[in-house]
């Protein structure tokens, strides 16, 4: 069964501190690992996907990175506006369609 | 843009009632879900649709049923709805390997 486990559940940051999310995986064959925002109230936003160990996307501030075993979503000088809860999610081989999701890190920063 | 559509964002019900929750993509995509999200459980999903008229269980069927007749509609639905089916719905749509979510619908049941 694929596993995703996220850490830490809620981060707090001072605006313009730097930090990174992980998120961790065990799955039968990786066939994508996918990261999301999440604003309260609203639907998960997609921001990146990756596909194999060593691969790196970057978006804005946000920059996520993939091993064999984990990935990390880096935020460099975080702003209050990318306070939100943050989705991993993973793609098996084991599953058609399915995704399976951890539970989220809930990001604050604080002006 | 990819576009993802949801009949409503609030929605109250009694128990018992017969709930329908729709779901509209704009972009000619194959793949359709259905996920529920609880505080401490995530996204769930409940049910998948890989093309018109054909669906799948997700994680936790029980207690739903889906329609899909038009390639762009998908619909849930709770035949009889109950207090434990109270949560966000969110539908999501499927281009290359990436799922484009809806802006949800919060479901309460009293």
């Known amino acids: 069964e694929d596993q995703v486990t996220q850490s830490p559940e809620a981060l707090r940051l001072q605006e313009g501190e730097s930090s990174s999310l992980n998120c961790s995986y065990t799955?039968?064959?990786?066939?994508?690992l996918f990261w999301y925002r999440q604003d309260p109230g609203k639907g998960p936003e997609f921001l990146f996907t990756?596909?194999?160990a060593g691969e790196e996307k970057e978006k804005e501030r946000l920059k996520a990175t993939l091993t064999k075993k984990e990935s990390f979503l880096h935020i460099t000088a975080p702003k209050p506006e990318d306070s939100a809860t943050y989705l991993c999610a993973v793609h098996s081989g084991a599953g058609s369609y399915q995704l399976t999701f951890g539970k989220g890190t809930k990001l604050s920063v604080i002006p | 843009d990819v576009k993802v559509t949801q009949s409503s964002r609030y929605l109250v019900k009694r128990t018992g009632e017969k709930v329908f929750l729709e779901c509209v993509q704009d972009?000619?995509?194959?793949?359709m879900f259905w996920y529920r999200q609880d505080p401490g459980l995530g996204l769930r999903l409940i049910y998948f649709s890989y093309d018109v008229k054909m669906k799948e269980k997700g994680d936790i069927p029980e207690g739903y049923s889906v329609s899909r007749e038009k390639k762009e509609r998908f619909s849930l639905i709770l035949e009889s709805a109950s207090t434990n089916q109270t949560s966000m719905y969110l539908c999501a749509s499927r281009i290359r390997n990436e799922q484009y979510f809806g802006p949800g619908t919060r479901l309460t049941v009293t």
């Open positions: 799955v039968s064959g990786l066939r994508g």
């Open positions: 972009m000619d995509h194959e793949n």
């Open positions: 990756l596909y194999s």
